[in-house]
T-cell receptor, first 114, second 119 residues
Framework: AQSVTQLDSQVPVFEEAPVELRCNYS??????LFWYVQYPNQGLQLLLK??????LVKGINGFEAEFNKSQTSFHLRKPSVHISDTAEYFC????????????FGQGTELSVKP | DVKVTQSSRYLVKRTGEKVFLECVQD?????MFWYRQDPGLGLRLIYF???????EKGDIPEGYSVSREKKERFSLILESASTNQTSMYLC??????????????????FGPGTRLTVT
């Protein structure tokens, strides 16, 4: 069975610092991977997704993620964060082809301080 | 833009009440989902539906039921609300991937959530 682990539940950083949010998945086959962001009191919105091709995926708001098959990881990065990036971030993996069912990680709270 | 709307942002109900949470999407998506979100536990799937009048149990269906009479609408029902059902409830939808991959390449689109408090 597939699963997703987000290694940090909370990540505090200062504004303009770089950040990496870690995500590992377990699967014996090729996967499709997603990162979502949830701002306070809102639903989730898609940041980026990896389907195939280049292992470096660029998303919205300056975020990017690197797919590493050998390490079964899909870490999210941003070179310089803003206060407005304060949110919860979820990594997810697609588990079936019919209904678009996803398995989500536990989430990482990114807190950007001035 | 895909829009997923939920009937209430905040809801307060009493123990034992029957509670209806409504979700509507406007993009003709086949698939719809109900999750609950609790701190430290991420999103947990309650029920999902691949088509009208069709439903499948997710990971935590106990205490919940669903209804999908029309393609655009997916309702979550708490038959007899209990305090341990106090949570954030999120609805999502997605189109069906008709490709040959074993996995869907489509993301899910989420509503704004309903924060339910059962007292």
């Amino acid at each position: 069975a597939q699963s997703v682990t987000q290694l940090d539940s909370q990540v505090p950083v200062f504004e303009e610092a770089p950040v990496e949010l870690r995500c590992n998945y377990s699967s014996s086959v090729s996967v499709y991977l997603f990162w979502y962001v949830q701002y306070p009191n809102q639903g989730l919105q898609l940041l980026l997704k990896y389907l195939s091709g280049s292992t470096l995926v660029k998303g919205i708001n300056g975020f990017e993620a690197e797919f590493n098959k050998s390490q079964t990881s899909f870490h999210l990065r941003k070179p310089s964060v803003h206060i407005s990036d304060t949110a919860e971030y979820f990594c997810a993996v697609s588990v079936d082809n019919q209904g678009g069912k996803l398995i989500f990680g536990q989430g990482t709270e990114l807190s950007v301080k001035p | 833009d895909v829009k997923v709307t939920q009937s209430s942002r905040y809801l307060v109900k009493r123990t034992g009440e029957k509670v209806f949470l409504e979700c509507v999407q406007d993009m003709d998506h086949e698939n719809m989902f109900w999750y609950r979100q609790d701190p430290g536990l991420g999103l947990r799937l309650i029920y999902f539906s691949y088509d009208v009048k069709m439903k499948e149990k997710g990971d935590i269906p106990e205490g919940y039921s669903v209804s999908r009479e029309k393609k655009e609408r997916f309702s979550l029902i708490l038959e007899s609300a209990s305090t341990n059902q106090t949570s954030m409830y999120l609805c999502a939808s997605s189109p069906t991937d008709l490709g040959f991959s074993p996995f869907s390449s489509y993301e899910q689109y989420f509503g704004p959530g309903t924060r339910l408090t059962v007292t």
